[in-house]
């Protein structure tokens, strides 16, 4: 096969040391206009430590390519646009354009950049790029146009197959999202429809950086394999059904990601902003949720079972509407979860911005420097606490919690529901009950509780609890005790 690198030696040089061919695939014989498939030209060029140069142009194309078991091959585009064939039109498998390596012959080195993908016209929408890649994976600067309407696999699939393996998909752009699958010519043969980015078998380590992802029907950036770790780094995700970021792994880590879900349809009915899961040592840092459209279980942040041990860190969530929703939710089999320096506006009809799950489980949940605020409503169903913590062995360390209730409503600070934990340096402001113990051996220390309701206790202990304590506490009006037993209280104040 003949080098050409000519015109693009300027843009491309930087690779040209990498590989043994660097081919122009125009003056190979591939069609620029968009008329002729350029599939069966791949094909013929088809060979390993080759570099292939897409110069401006549309390239159709009606059949996948694959190529597997590969050392080192790149594919570039400058200024050019793929322009997948319709559902009805397309040749063989409607699964992909590129497949580049498999589980079992996986690439050792992949470079794949510098796309728009047309996916404007009616029934388009496929797999830009499924890629299995043992070493080194280098996807940048894909985009994709158009909503994924034909019912087929979402725009992205990556794996890294070796431990020691490492990959970067950076600015891979799908805002348009998809429709569910139901509602396409494939109706019957999938479940929900696309997912955004999935990378649910990578070992190695795969960052997602400044990625886009619109309203996908299952999930948007999906990555939960156990093994491997996945870094999200940036990027907004927006209205995915399923969970928005799902993350697992171990060290896996969303930092300074933007999530918003303000769009509910028909079948959208778990709309997560953030997910962890199947991992260890997870975590987010710097993330911003939004949620205009609520559900009640479409949570900001959720902490599952499968999670060994998270952390959260400067996370501002807000949510608002109409309806019940959770904010941050610790699910009961998780294991110990850190919270910190974080903040949470709520402004549903109900729902609790903190609900730290009820569970025999005593892996603690530790919450400090959180903020929580906002005029929430409140239903018949309940969801009217601030904070809902039914673990044994958490702490809470400098905590505020304000629930002044819209529009007049009962609202709680905070309600302890398991035992033996301590909130230190705290205050909680609430429509009704500021605190709210219903646990054993609670202690609030060094705190400010105060109800905005006239003549409403502070405090509430109920019937049958056993040694709550408050120490050096300033509680307005006083304690409304039900029939708790070895209170202790310790130079309080009382207004």
């Known amino acids: 096969m003949a080098s050409t690198v000519g015109a693009y030696h300027e843009r491309y040089g930087q690779y040209e040391?990498?590989?043994?061919?660097?081919?122009?695939?125009?003056?190979?014989?591939?069609?620029?206009?968009?008329?002729?498939?350029?599939?069966?030209?791949?094909?013929?060029?088809?060979?390993?430590?080759t570099l292939f140069v897409f110069p401006e142009g549309r390239y159709y194309m009606d059949k996948q390519f694959r190529f597997t078991g590969f050392e080192n091959v790149g594919f570039v585009g400058d200024n050019a646009t793929l322009v997948p064939a319709n559902y009805h039109e397309f040749d063989g498998p409607r699964f992909r354009l590129f497949r580049l390596g498999v589980s079992y012959a996986p690439g050792r080195h992949l470079r794949f950049e510098g796309f728009d993908v047309d996916q404007t016209a009616p029934d388009t929408g496929i797999r830009t790029i499924e890629a299995s890649v043992s070493q080194r994976l280098e996807v940048r600067n894909i985009t994709i146009d158009g909503e994924h309407d034909s019912g087929t696999w979402g725009p992205g699939m990556f794996a890294i197959t070796d431990s020691d393996g490492?990959?970067?998909?950076?600015?891979?752009?799908?805002?348009?999202?998809?429709?569910?699958?139901?509602?396409?010519?494939?109706?019957?043969?999938?479940?929900?429809?696309?997912?955004?980015?999935?990378?649910?078998?990578?070992?190695?380590?795969?960052?997602?950086?400044?990625?886009?992802?619109?309203?996908?029907?299952?999930?948007?950036?999906?990555?939960?394999?156990?093994?491997?770790?996945?870094?999200?780094?940036?990027?907004?995700?927006?209205?995915?059904?399923?969970?928005?970021?799902?993350?697992?792994?171990?060290?896996?880590?969303?930092?300074?990601?933007?999530?918003?879900?303000?769009?509910?349809?028909?079948?959208d009915n778990s709309q997560r902003g953030i997910r962890l899961e199947n991992g260890d040592d997870l975590h987010v840092d710097g993330a911003e949720v939004t949620i205009s459209s609520p559900q009640s279980t479409s949570h900001a942040i959720s902490v599952m079972n499968t999670c060994q041990r998270s952390r959260i860190e400067d996370a501002t969530v807000e949510i608002r509407g109409d309806d019940v929703n959770h904010g941050i939710v610790i699910s009961p089999e998780a294991g110990y979860s850190h919270i910190v320096d974080s903040e949470i506006v709520h402004e549903a009809a109900g729902g609790y911005p903190l609900w730290i799950r009820d569970t025999d489980k005593q892996d603690r949940v530790l919450v400090e420097l959180l903020d929580v605020s906002g005029n929430a409503g409140v239903t018949s169903a309940g969801f009217r606490d601030g904070i809902r913590c039914g673990r044994d062995n958490c702490r809470f360390s400098t905590v505020t919690v304000d629930q002044p209730g819209r529009g007049g409503v009962d609202r709680n600070g905070v309600v302890m529901t398991g035992d033996d934990s301590t909130l230190y340096n705290c205050t909680f402001r609430a429509s009704q009950y500021p605190y709210v113990d219903q646990g054993d051996g609670n202690h609030l220390r060094n705190s400010e509780v105060e109800s905005s309701r006239d003549g409403l206790e502070g405090v509430r202990f109920y019937p049958g609890i056993d040694g709550p304590e408050l120490r050096v506490n300033r509680i307005v009006g006083g304690i409304d005790d039900l029939g708790a037993s070895d209170v202790v209280s310790w130079r309080n104040t009382y207004q």
């Open 166 to 267: 490492r990959g970067t998909v950076e600015r891979f752009r799908a805002p348009d999202g998809g429709v569910h699958a139901d509602e396409t010519p494939n109706a019957g043969n999938m479940w929900r429809g696309p997912i955004g980015i999935e990378a649910n078998t990578n070992v190695g380590r795969l960052e997602f950086v400044d990625c886009e992802l619109g309203g996908f029907p299952d999930n948007g950036l999906y990555a939960i394999n156990e093994a491997g770790t996945v870094i999200v780094d940036g990027g907004r995700f927006k209205n995915s059904n399923g969970a928005n970021v799902r993350v697992g792994g171990e060290g896996s880590v969303i930092k300074n990601v933007s999530v918003v879900v303000d769009r509910t349809r028909s079948y």
């Open 17 to 49: 040391d990498e590989y043994d061919n660097v081919v122009n695939v125009v003056e190979a014989g591939a069609d620029r206009t968009g008329e002729e498939s350029i599939t069966p030209v791949l094909e013929e060029l088809r060979a390993d430590n």
